[in-house]
């Protein structure tokens, strides 16, 4: 579109998600100078890093790797991904260098990685929180020692400056931990010295795929063009067009405030920020400014181990019971301490009902209050055991199915299961129990690089 151009190809919104391979190639049509993707974020909960599991599926991940890596290698154009496996662990990073090794074995490649890992170590917190430098995100409450050592995992979210670092060491692949999703993307241009607030704000489009686009996919790849003063998008996929709607909802995306992106080392400033639609597929942004932070910080995750989970899935077509549902569920509650009492501690488990059709996804701040003809009911246990959670899930499974509520005109069962067995046990439970962020004198202290070669010669 103009010289002095950085074109940087997203193939999804996460690595193992899938994009359009015909979309792929055509991107590759033009002079591609990065090539980067997602490997994870920490939407799906704090599961994932407390397991060490990633939530992505090896065959879809290698499915993915396995089309792109070959051709960034053969061209010689940097490939990216952060969050590898899904939480950015150890464990998970391990994972994902198992699936590259795989690839690069089958297809006779050759190639120098960096690999960034991102746990954090516990005597490196507890440092910081003798110095004073971890504060809490908004209402999180205050870091304690207690805190830090129940954490059964924690990682530092990097921002641009180790990848920016081992780009300058010439690795054609960079394999990172957990990483901010903009980093994969905006670390090239900002180390080639083009604009960071362009970068950043491009980065924050970019790293869902194709979620800028009409109509709108996480799994397809978007193409982005990076100038002087301003940056296009563009999806080589021919079914989609970029829209300034589209592009302006997603500058959007995951912030809390609509001028402002959040970054380690600043802020993007976007109350200047003009988006206009170029060609019919294209937009053109310009005017996102950078402003550099009075303070470096690096946003800390970390689980603990939270119990052990049972749940039962059911549903109701009694609108009497669904008018006193309410009252029927602390009545099951109820019965349900009643029937342990001398066997299970009450502190060992807890009991969530969530209700589908009434309030389970807003709660309490549920505006409509208009009751519908059917609802489902998931019972929710967590216990200090498998075992606990096993036994609390059927006590109030079984009095929710025989409970007499006012109007009731059956004996049988009130309730429908769609699946049997009705009681599925799902395993270790895990909550976030760091959420902090930790001020640091150096952005990639909290990381560490570590170069290898990978195929032969």
């Known amino acids: 579109m103009e010289e002095q151009e950085l074109k940087i190809l997203s193939l999804s919104g996460i690595l193992g998600y899938g994009y359009n391979e015909e979309a792929f190639k055509k991107a590759l049509e033009q002079d591609i100078d990065v090539i980067g993707v997602d490997g994870g974020s920490s939407d799906p909960g704090p599961y994932y890093l407390g397991s060490g599991k990633s939530f992505t599926e090896r065959q879809a991940v290698k499915r993915d790797l396995g089309l792109a890596l070959p051709e960034a290698i053969k061209r010689n154009i940097p490939f990216i991904i952060g969050t590898a496996g899904g939480a950015g662990g150890e464990p998970h990073l391990q994972w994902m260098i198992e699936i590259f090794k795989e690839v690069a074995k089958e297809n006779n490649l050759s190639f120098k990685m960096a690999e960034i890992h991102c746990e954090v170590e516990k005597d490196y917190l507890k440092k910081k929180l003798e110095e004073g430098k971890i504060k809490p995100f908004a209402n999180n409450s205050n870091l304690t020692i207690d805190d830090i050592e129940k954490c059964q995992r924690v990682v530092g979210q990097i921002g641009v400056d180790p990848f920016i670092f081992a780009l300058e060491e010439g690795v054609q692949v960079i394999l990172a931990g957990r990483a901010c999703d903009t980093a994969i993307f905006a670390s090239s241009p900002i180390m080639k010295g083009y604009d960071q607030g362009l970068s950043y704000h491009m980065a924050k489009i970019i790293e869902c795929g194709a979620m800028c686009t009409v109509p709108l996919s996480a799994a397809d790849v978007m193409l982005a063009e990076i100038n002087k003063d301003h940056f296009f998008l563009e999806s080589p996929n021919p079914i989609r067009r970029c829209s300034v709607e589209r592009v302006a909802a997603h500058t959007l995306y995951e912030q809390v405030n609509p001028y402002y992106i959040y970054e380690p080392d600043g802020i993007v400033d ?140 059956t004996t049988a069962g009130n309730i429908a299961f769609p699946y049997s067995p009705s009681d599925i046990s799902l395993g270790s439970v895990y909550n976030f129990n760091i959420y902090h962020l930790v001020e640091v004198e150096n952005l990639s202290e909290t990381s560490r690089i570590e170069f290898i070669e990978v195929g032969s010669k």
């Open 270 to 409: 976007l109350r200047e920020t003009k988006f206009e639609q170029y060609t019919k597929k294209s937009v053109r942004v310009s005017g996102s400014r950078f402003i550099p932070g009075e303070k470096k910080t690096i946003k800390i995750e970390g689980v603990k181990l939270a119990g052990y989970r049972t749940i039962s899935i059911c549903g109701a077509r009694d609108i009497g019971m669904i008018k006193n549902i309410t009252k029927i569920l602390n009545e099951v509650q109820n019965r349900v301490k009643e029937n342990i009492q001398n066997s299970i501690n009450p502190e060992d488990y807890t009991i969530l009902f969530r209700k589908y059709g009434i309030d389970a996804v807003e709660g309490l701040i549920e505006p409509l209050k208009d009751l519908p003809h059917e609802i489902g009911i998931i019972v929710d246990v967590v216990g200090k055991t498998q075992e606990i959670a096993n036994i609390i899930c059927a006590i109030a499974r079984s009095n929710l199915l025989h409970i007499d509520y006012p109007g009731r005109k």
